[in-house]
């Protein structure tokens, strides 16, 4: 059984065990990895209960963080990777809607009762291979339901992160949420607010990175979480679209589709996915058509606030804002001078500016020859072509008599376009040029 985790971490999970046992301690791996194991998915973390306190733990092994000890859990590193070993504890007082408030050492039986959905609270005895079950968990990995382990009210109401949890165990096993469950995140969904603004992105991140991102933002939606959440993505409910380019609907199914159409996406491309016609709603207009006049700038706005709230890093921030705002560009590729497409072809990240652009027009009107030629342009250009080392540089300019300044930009870009689109290919070309042109500026 234990074939479906790799030797390394299957190595380390079970000197730990056999260490625990020797010294007398009940020891099982616990949650997700026996739940993987037992659906035959790879096992990337493995996490292990045992009757030791943590004191004991810390004095077992050399090497400890003790990250969550005052829950029970300490990290104990093992070959380089971490192990989370937790005490059999029960659970109450959960103040902040997140955290327990008092935490008891008990048995296994407390341990399992404690935890979120019945698939999460197997164990398995290394000793005998035998999985423990005390909630029916091994029943509902056969129908495939995602099942809270209590009544859905206590399990919710003590920690309302379980809501997004339900959704990305859902999503990322394909299973179905039982209907007292679901109706149970329908209820506490409005509670989110509680909790920390980076529990809440990573678990959107996952589910919209996952194997079923539309369903994920589906059941976002329905369950009320995206209403509390991210009320401007809510907002794209309802909100029409021309026909002749958006066949498939209003803003909120045209992004629903995009994401049917992807898979594994990035944090920054599954954000880009689900913002870039962010700013549709304030921007909806009906004139000679219905019209979204300047949404991508006013979306790339909204992004760059709502990533912050999710409190991205500013690199993340920024490439997402600029994959929305710039979403629009293909529509002009073919149009562009030779020196603005290469610009625009080696932009940082462009392979994801190319890929949002092509789930955009798969979930429209599915016309790819703008994704296209820019994909033949990337096959035909090396990157030297694309940026070329520049022929000239403000040292150059300033030999020429010209002094510092905005003037600079100016022409150290327009020496760049001329180079791009073959007009220069020399240093010395670039600086006649420049005493020809700048003729009246020169000291």
Excluded at 141 to 156: A, Q, S
Excluded at 282 to 298: C, L, M, P, S, W
Aim: aromatic share 6%.
């Amino acid at each position: 059984m234990l074939d479906g985790i790799e030797a390394r971490l299957r190595e380390g999970a079970l000197h730990i065990s056999k260490v625990l046992a020797a010294e007398g301690f009940q020891v099982y791996f616990a949650g997700g990895a026996v739940r993987d194991l037992l659906l035959k998915q790879t096992v990337k973390e493995i996490d292990i209960a045992t009757a030791a306190p943590p004191d004991v733990v810390e004095k077992l092994f050399p090497k400890t963080i003790g990250v969550g000890r005052e829950f029970g859990v300490v990290v104990a590193v093992v070959g380089g990777t971490n192990y989370e070993i937790a005490t059999f504890r029960a659970e109450s007082g959960y103040t902040d809607g997140r955290h327990p408030d008092q935490v008891r050492f008990t048995d296994a039986r407390q341990d399992a009762l404690r935890r979120d959905f019945t698939v999460n609270a197997l164990f398995l005895d290394l000793v005998t291979g035998k999985v423990i079950d005390y909630t029916n968990g091994r029943k509902d990995l056969d129908r495939g339901l995602i099942r809270t382990v209590r009544d859905p009210r206590l399990t919710f109401g003590e920690d309302k992160l379980r809501v997004l949890r339900a959704i990305r165990f859902a999503c990322q096993l394909g299973f179905r949420i039982d209907g007292p469950t679901y109706d149970g995140m329908t209820r506490f969904a409005h509670e989110l607010s509680q909790i920390s603004w980076e529990r809440i992105r990573d678990e959107i991140l996952k589910i919209l990175g996952g194997p079923q991102p539309a369903r994920g933002l589906s059941l976002l939606s329905d369950s009320g979480v995206l209403e509390e959440v991210l009320p401007e993505v809510f907002a794209m409910h309802g909100v029409m679209q021309p026909p002749a380019f958006h066949p498939e609907g209003d803003v909120f199914q045209h992004t629903r589709l995009m994401f049917s159409l992807a898979r594994d996406l990035s944090p920054t491309l599954a954000l880009a996915v689900l913002l870039h016609d962010v700013g549709k709603p304030d921007t909806f207009a009906i004139r000679e058509r219905i019209r979204f006049d300047g949404h991508a700038e006013r979306g790339a706005r909204m992004a760059e606030e709502i990533c912050r709230r999710l409190k991205l890093s500013g690199t993340r921030i920024q490439q997402v804002a600029r994959l929305v705002k710039d979403h629009l560009r293909f529509m002009h590729v073919r149009q562009m001078r030779e020196s603005t497409l290469r610009r625009f072809l080696r932009t940082d990240g462009f392979e994801e500016h190319l890929e949002l652009h092509r789930l955009d027009c798969l979930a429209s009107h599915g016309d790819l020859s703008n994704h296209d030629f820019c994909r033949e342009k990337l096959n035909e250009l090396d990157q030297e072509a694309l940026a070329p080392p520049p022929l000239i540089n403000g040292h150059d300019l300033i030999a020429l008599g010209l002094k510092p300044g905005p003037l600079f930009s100016e022409i150290l870009k327009q020496a760049e376009d001329l180079q791009l689109e073959g007009g220069l290919a020399a240093r010395e070309e670039a600086l006649s040029w420049v005493r020809k042109t700048y003729r009246s500026k020169l000291s």
